[in-house]
């Protein structure tokens, strides 16, 4: 977000926290946004079975928070998909 959409660190944070439907102190908790990433499907630390990786991971965060991710944008037009 700081990147993309020239936020600066704290407006960054109040922005995926507002997405994700959570409080910007919750995006440091561990254990909370490891269950979240399950929850939502953007994929966590480690391999869990069923849950996105990778691209289809990034796919996820991408249109879950509004944004462009390279990579992802690159993929779809390499293979016409969209997500």
Do not use: W
């Not at 439907?21 to 966590?44: A, E, F």
């Not at 993929?75 to 016409?80: E, L, N, R």
């Amino acid at each position: 977000m700081q990147l993309s959409k020239k936020m600066r660190i704290t407006e960054a944070k109040q922005y995926v926290a507002d997405k994700l439907h959570v409080t910007p102190l919750d995006l440091s908790d561990p254990t909370m946004m490891r269950q979240l990433r399950q929850d939502l499907d953007i994929g966590v630390i480690t391999g869990v079975p069923g849950i996105a990786k990778g691209l289809a991971a990034k796919a996820r965060i991408a249109e879950l928070l509004d944004i462009e991710i390279n990579c992802v944008e690159q993929f779809k037009k390499k293979t016409g998909l969209h997500y």
